[in-house]
């Protein structure tokens, strides 16, 4: 939490599901990290299973204990149904066969 007289800064965070695409803005204490700001906003209250999953900041992959700048973008990315590696290795496979 902030203290009276310490700098804030705003950052936003987005996450994207099929039916809610939300993009929160909220102002921080100067020196948050990414998983302060990500517990902060709420967002876990409504989606705890992204507790843990990757995020980045202007799509670029960063640690949840990375200190935020003002005006960063927090994207919290949702883990992949299918990886690519494996879906390329079976149709190499299926072709094979054919």
């Keep these: 939490m902030w203290r009276l007289n310490e700098p804030l800064i705003t950052v936003e965070l987005v996450y994207a599901t099929v039916d809610w695409q ?10 948050t990290t990414a998983a ?9 209250h409504e989606h705890p299973d992204i507790a843990e999953t990757d995020i980045g900041i202007f ?7 990375t200190v935020l700048r003002d005006h960063d973008r927090i994207e919290i990315y949702r883990p992949l149904i299918n990886d ?7 149709r190499a496979r299926s072709s094979f066969k054919r």
């Design 84 to 90: 690519p590696k494996q879906q390329r290795q079976s």
């Design 22 to 31: 939300p993009l929160i803005s909220i102002q921080v204490a100067r020196g």
């Design 36 to 44: 302060q700001a990500i517990a902060q906003c709420g967002i876990l």
């Design 59 to 65: 799509g670029k992959p960063v640690r949840r204990d």
